[in-house]
């Protein structure tokens, strides 16, 4: 069965800071990858995916991804994190059969001044 | 724009009685999915409708139920709530060829007194 792991259940940055995201999966085929994020009180946004192509990924809000499929990844990026990214960021993979996602268990991003 | 809606965003019930939260989407999308999400923890899946069809999973408790009466409208009825139930509850859309991609509503939080 598929599975996602975000190894890092918190991280904090500095403002103007990059900021990675780590994300991997276990899946048989060519996945198909989301990150969203979360704001406190919220529901979850899309922030970008990928399907097939390019292996970096676009997203809103100034964030990409990018898929190794060698190291079964896909990390977030940004490289300067401002203080409203703030949030709960959540990777999923598309399940193999059947039309649901396999979320992660998060990664709760703090931005200090 | 299109959306998914939640009433009520905030929904306040006792022990025992039983609650409706819904979701409408302007999508026209297919799937409507209802998730449960506890703080700090992953969205959990609780059912999805396939157009008509109901898909519950396995671990779902009877207590959750749900109705589409229409594309646009999907309901969550918990006919018992427990504490354990109080949670974040997430309603999200896919349409046919981007299954996996899911919009998703801003959440309805229940608190059980």
């Known amino acids: 069965a598929q599975s996602v792991t975000q190894p890092d259940i918190h991280i904090t940055v500095s403002e103007g800071a990059s900021l990675e995201l780590r994300c991997n999966y276990s899946?048989?085929?060519?996945?198909?990858l989301f990150w969203y994020v979360q704001s406190p009180g919220q529901g979850l946004q899309l922030l970008l995916k990928?399907?097939?192509?390019?292996?970096l990924v676009q997203g809103i809000k100034g964030f990409e991804a990018e898929f190794k499929r060698s190291q079964s990844s896909f990390n977030l990026r940004k490289p300067s994190v401002h203080w409203s990214d703030a949030a709960e960021y959540f990777c999923?993979?598309?399940?193999?059969?059947?039309?649901?996602?396999?979320f992660g268990a998060g990664t709760i991003l703090r931005v200090k001044s | 724009d299109a959306m998914v809606i939640q009433n009520p965003r905030y929904q306040v019930t006792q022990f025992g009685k039983p609650v409706t939260l819904s979701c409408s989407q302007t999508?026209?999308?297919?799937?409507m999915y209802w998730y449960q999400q506890k703080s700090s923890q992953a969205p959990k899946l609780l059912f999805h409708?396939?157009?008509?069809?109901?898909?519950n999973e396995a671990d779902t408790p009877d207590n959750f139920q749900s109705r589409r009466p229409n594309t646009s409208f999907c309901f969550l009825d918990i006919r018992s709530p427990g504490l354990g139930d109080a949670a974040m509850y997430l309603c999200?859309?896919?349409?046919?060829?981007?299954?996996?991609?899911?919009?998703f509503g801003p959440g309805t939080r229940l608190t059980v007194t």
């Open positions: 990928y399907f097939s192509g390019d292996t």
């Open positions: 999923a993979v598309g399940q193999e059969y059947g039309n649901k996602l396999v």
């Open positions: 409708y396939y157009d008509k069809d109901f898909n």
């Open positions: 899946y048989g085929a060519t996945p198909y």
């Open positions: 999200a859309t896919s349409r046919v060829g981007a299954l996996h991609e899911q919009y």
């Open positions: 999508l026209n999308h297919n799937v």
